[in-house]
C-alpha cells in the first residue's frame, strides 16, 4: 500500500468567494442571488449571511501568508461573478479584475498554483431577474465571462474549472428551494441543470479558442447511492435512479453526448425534456479536460412506496444540505434515503472512504481523464481549549483516511493528480450560516482571528512527507499557544 504521493501531485486546499471575501457592497461588486437570498426569513440558520464572512477581501495578503506557512502547493478559489461584472451582463468592474490579479499574482510568486473556478453558485442578481438558469440567455452571458476571466487571468492560471457542484445549483436552488434562488420546481432544476451543462461546454470551448494552451474541466459532487437490500431489484433501480441524477447526468454527456437511459423515463410525469434542444448534448460531448470530484459521504437507498422518514433527520442524510420544502431528487417519490452504518459527522454525513476510492477508479474508467479531489473534509463541533488549542483530532483522522483513499485509487490505476483539503478555513456554510465549521484553521468571526487547528499542523506536515504520516504527528508539531494569523 503506497503512502507517498507521486511526483507533480498538488496538495492544497480550497474556498469559495460567497463563503469568505465578505465585502458584498464594495469595490464595484453588484448583488448576488445569495445576498437576495440570505436576507429572506428563515433560509439561513441563525439568519446569518456572508456580508463579511471572513472578511477575505481586505486580509487576502495574510491569507496568503498563511497559505504558504501550511506549505500548501496549491490553492482553488472562486471569482465572484458580481464583483467582476455586477450585473452579469454589460460593463466589467477594472476593481473586481484587479483584485483577482493582485491574488494570483502573490499566489504564483508564491509558489502556490492557483485554481480557479467561475462559478461557486453566486449569479448575479439581475441575471437571477432576467430567468437565471432557467434561461438561455444566460449561457450566453456565461461564456463572455467565462472568457474574459481567462483574457485577464489566462497568463497565470493554468488550472480552470467552470463550474462548483452544477447538482448544488440546480436541484437544492431550484427544485428544493433550501440555496439561492430559492425555487421549488422539479421541472425547473432539471432545466437548470442542462443549462448549467449547456453553459460549460460553451464556455469551454471559448477558453479553448481563446487559449488552448489551459486545461479546463468541471466540479461534480461525489454522491455513492447503495441499495439498502442489493439482492431487491427495486432498491437496485432506486440506487440507479439516484446515482443517474447525482452522477452520471453531470459527467456522461461530456464523455458520450448522452444522458443515462433511465433518466427520461423516470422524470416523465416531471418534464417532457423539450429544454433539451437539437444538438445540445452534442456540443457537449468531448468538452472537457479534467474532472474535479467533491467527495464527502456516501449514502444507502431504497424502495419504499409508502415513502416516510426513515431517520429523524433523514433530510440532511439525502443530500448534505439544509432541508427545503421538497426533494433535491426530481422523480424520488418512491425513494427512501436510510441512515448509513457509522460514525456521522456535525454534518449528518457518514465516513467511509473507501468509497472515495470506488469513485475515484469508477471515473477513471468511465472518463480516462485527469481527476483532481477539489474538496474533501469534514464538520465537527470544534472546542477552543484553555490553552487555544483546537485538538480536532476527529478531522484529523477523517483527512487522514481520505488521503490514503486517493493513495489506495492511484495504486489501482487512476490518474489523479491533486487533492484539495475542505476547507481552509471556517467560513459561511451556505443554509447553515456559521453553524458548521469545516476549516483546517478556526476563525473568530467575531475577530476575524484565524488559528491554526491541530489538523492544520498535521496537513502541513503530510504536505512535507508528500504522504500519510501518523495522526500524532499534528499533535507533536501543534504549538501553544497555536499559530494565529
Not at 40 to 59: E, L, N, Q
Amino acid at each position: 500500500m503506497t503512502s507517498t504521493f507521486p511526483a507533480g501531485f498538488l496538495l492544497g486546499s480550497a474556498t469559495a468567494a460567497y463563503q469568505i471575501e465578505g465585502a458584498v457592497a464594495e469595490g464595484g461588486r453588484g448583488a448576488s442571488i445569495w445576498d437576495t437570498f440570505t436576507r429572506t426569513p428563515g433560509t439561513i440558520t441563525g439568519g446569518d449571511t456572508g456580508d463579511v464572512a471572513c472578511d477575505h477581501y481586505h486580509r487576502w495578503e495574510s491569507d496568503v501568508e498563511m497559505m504558504v506557512e501550511l506549505g500548501l502547493e496549491a490553492y482553488r478559489f472562486s471569482i465572484a461573478w458580481p464583483r467582476v461584472q455586477p450585473a452579469g451582463t454589460g460593463a466589467f468592474n477594472p476593481e473586481g479584475i484587479a483584485f483577482y490579479r493582485r491574488l494570483v499574482e502573490r499566489l504564483v510568486e508564491r509558489g502556490i498554483t492557483p485554481m480557479v473556478t467561475l462559478y461557486h453558485w453566486d449569479l448575479p442578481q439581475a441575471l437571477e431577474d432576467s430567468g437565471g438558469w432557467l434561461s438561455r440567455d444566460t449561457i450566453d452571458a456565461f461564456v463572455v465571462y467565462a472568457t474574459r476571466m481567462v483574457e485577464e487571468l489566462g497568463d497565470l492560471v493554468t488550472h480552470w474549472a467552470t463550474f462548483n457542484e452544477p447538482w448544488v445549483s440546480s436541484f437544492v436552488g431550484y427544485a428544493t428551494g433550501s440555496h439561492a434562488p430559492g425555487r421549488v420546481d422539479d421541472e425547473e432544476g432539471l432545466t437548470a441543470a442542462h443549462h448549467l451543462l449547456l453553459s460549460h461546454a460553451r464556455a469551454y470551448r471559448a477558453i479553448k479558442e481563446t487559449r488552448p494552451d489551459l486545461q479546463v474541466g468541471i466540479v461534480n459532487n461525489s454522491h455513492t447511492p447503495r441499495p439498502w437490500d442489493p439482492s431487491n431489484p427495486a432498491d437496485r433501480a432506486a440506487s440507479a435512479h439516484i446515482d443517474a441524477l447525482a452522477n452520471g447526468m453531470f459527467h456522461q454527456p461530456f464523455l458520450d453526448g448522452t444522458y443515462p437511459e433511465v433518466l427520461r423515463p423516470n422524470t416523465a410525469h416531471l418534464t417532457d425534456w423539450s429544454f433539451v434542444h437539437d444538438g445540445d448534448l452534442e456540443e457537449m460531448r468531448g468538452a472537457v479536460d479534467w474532472f474535479g470530484l467533491n467527495y464527502y459521504a456516501s449514502h444507502v437507498v431504497r424502495h419504499n412506496p409508502a415513502k416516510g422518514a426513515a431517520t429523524s433527520d433523514v433530510a440532511t442524510l439525502a443530500d448534505g444540505h439544509k432541508a427545503g420544502s421538497s426533494s433535491p431528487w426530481p422523480g424520488d417519490e418512491e425513494i427512501e434515503f436510510m441512515r448509513p452504518p457509522g460514525e456521522l459527522t456535525a454534518m449528518g454525513w457518514n465516513i467511509d472512504p473507501g468509497a472515495l476510492t470506488a469513485q475515484l477508479l469508477r471515473l477513471q474508467r468511465e472518463a480516462g481523464l485527469p481527476i483532481y479531489v477539489t474538496e474533501n473534509g469534514s464538520a465537527w463541533d470544534d472546542q477552543v481549549d484553555g490553552d487555544g488549542r483546537i485538538r480536532d483530532r476527529d478531522r484529523t483522522r477523517y483527512l487522514r483516511a481520505h488521503l490514503q483513499a486517493v493513495l489506495d485509487a492511484i495504486d489501482e490505476g487512476a490518474d489523479v493528480r491533486g487533492y484539495m483539503a475542505w476547507s481552509l478555513m471556517d467560513n459561511f456554510e451556505w443554509a447553515q450560516g456559521y453553524a458548521k465549521r469545516f476549516g483546517i484553521v478556526h476563525v473568530d468571526y467575531d475577530t476575524q482571528v484565524r488559528t491554526w487547528k491541530d489538523t492544520a499542523y498535521w496537513y502541513r506536515e503530510a504536505i512535507r512527507a508528500r504522504g500519510i504520516v501518523p495522526l500524532e504527528a499534528g499533535e507533536a508539531a501543534a504549538e501553544t499557544p497555536p499559530r494565529t494569523f
